[in-house]
C-alpha cells in the first residue's frame, strides 16, 4: 500500500529507524487516508506532533499545515508562523 508514495527510492531499503523523517514527510504530504492511518498507527499522534513541531512543518504545503494543526491540536500563532514560512519560501510563490 504504501510502494507508490515511494516511487523514488528502492522501497524494500526503506526503514522505519533510518527513513522516519522520509517517511514521516511524504505520507503526511501525499499519503492516502490508508497511508496516512497506517502513518498515524505506527507511529502514534504524540510522535506526529513531536515530528511536526521539531521540523517546522516544513515540506507541507500551507493547506496541510492548517489540516494536521488542526488534527494535532497545535497552536495557531505557531501554524500561522509556518504558514507563512511556506508562503515566503522558494517555491511560495509558484
Not at 527513513?19 to 505520507?27: N, P, V
Not at 492516502?32 to 521539531?54: K, M, P, Y
Not at 494535532?72 to 522558494?90: C, E, H, K
Request: with cysteine.
Amino acid at each position: 500500500m504504501l510502494r507508490p508514495f515511494f516511487w523514488d527510492y528502492p522501497f524494500a531499503r526503506l526503514s522505519i529507524a533510518k527513513d522516519r523523517d522520509l517517511i514521516i514527510r511524504r505520507l503526511l504530504s501525499s499519503g492516502s487516508w490508508d497511508a496516512v492511518c497506517w502513518t498515524r498507527n505506527q507511529f502514534g499522534d504524540q510522535e506526529l506532533r513531536n515530528w511536526l513541531i521539531a521540523h517546522k512543518g516544513r515540506g507541507l504545503t500551507p493547506r496541510q499545515l492548517r489540516f494536521w494543526g488542526l488534527v494535532f491540536d497545535l497552536p495557531a500563532r505557531q501554524i500561522n508562523s509556518w504558514v507563512r514560512a511556506a508562503q515566503n519560501g522558494v517555491w511560495g510563490n509558484r
